[in-house]
Structures are given as C-alpha cells and as structure tokens.
C-alpha cells in the first residue's frame, strides 16, 4: 500500500493528490477504508528516518498531500 501511495504521488508530483483520488486510484471506499491516514504517517515515518528528518509530502489543508521530494526512479533492475 505505501508503494502505491509513493507512486501514486510521484504520478502527480506537481500537484496536491486529493485523499479521494487517493482512495479512486488504490480501488477503496473512503466510507469504509481507514487505514489510508495510518498508512500515510508510517510511509512519513520511514521516509524520515532515513532522510534525517525530511519530509516525502506534506498535508495541504483541505485539498490532500504534495510530495516535497524529487523522486528518481531507476529503470534498471538488472542487479
């Protein structure tokens, strides 16, 4: 779930990803899902703790999440 968020926001990265696209794009009923908000403080958390304090998104009042970082994708998996 939380790679889908950062891909989710990545796809997005100019612009604040409402929680009701959230919830449209990973398929979820925002009446009856929960679990987005958890979901979004621990993938905050992780990303901190490697990041020396850095923020991946922030919350933007009443409209969603914005992604703060750029985020390099690597395209080659063979390693």
Same mark, same amino acid.
């Given at each position: =779930?939380?790679?889908? !968020?950062v891909? $989710? ?7 604040v990803v409402?929680?009701?696209? !959230?919830h449209y $794009?990973?398929?979820? *009923?925002? *009446? ?5 908000? =958890?979901?979004?403080?621990r993938?905050?958390?992780?990303f901190?703790? $490697? @990041?020396?304090?850095e923020?991946?998104?922030? @919350?933007?009042?009443?409209r ?6 750029? $985020?390099q994708? *690597? ?5």
């Amino acid at each position: =779930m939380e790679c889908a !968020i950062v891909k $989710i926001l990545v796809n997005e990265s100019n612009n604040v990803v409402s929680n009701e696209h !959230i919830h449209y $794009i990973l398929n979820k *009923d925002p *009446d009856s899902y929960k679990g987005l908000f =958890m979901c979004l403080s621990r993938l905050q958390a992780k990303f901190k703790k $490697i @990041s020396h304090g850095e923020t991946l998104f922030r @919350s933007v009042r009443n409209r969603g999440y914005r992604l703060t970082q750029i $985020i390099q994708v *690597d395209h080659d998996y063979s390693d």
